[in-house]
Nanobody, 120 residues
């Protein structure tokens, strides 16, 4: 199983950006998915969570600006980021709870991260 994030780039403050995280490989089911971010010198933090059924939750710092969504048929999760601020600058990672086969328990997988830089 591989998780690959994409969409990170340099954007101006106040701008918008969409990230994508796609899971590939032998997959029976993708359960909960979490977007994390890690800024230089800081701990990794949860940004947004989406259950398989579409229930979502957000960090206070991004509520009203970020939207997480998913396409279960494509094993893909998205993060739409609006009204970006310089403090949103970080490497963004997705983490997904995935079951590979019907005979296995699910486990968490990480992507490699994608850099988002917001200039002031």
């Amino acid at each position: 199983v591989h998780l690959v994030e994409s969409g990170g780039r340099l954007v101006q403050s106040g701008g918008s950006l969409g990230l994508c995280c796609a899971a590939s490989g032998i997959i029976v089911r993708v359960n909960g998915i979490v977007w994390y971010r890690q800024a230089p010198g800081k701990q990794r933090e949860v940004v947004a969570v989406c259950s398989r059924g579409g229930n979502t939750n957000y960090a206070d710092s991004v509520k009203g600006r970020f939207t997480i969504s998913r396409d279960n048929a494509k094993n893909t999760v998205y993060l739409q980021m609006n009204s970006l601020k310089p403090e949103d600058t970080a490497v963004y990672y997705c983490n997904a709870d995935i079951r590979r086969t019907s005979g296995e328990y699910s486990r968490a997988y990480w992507g490699q991260g994608t850099q988002v830089t917001v200039s002031s």
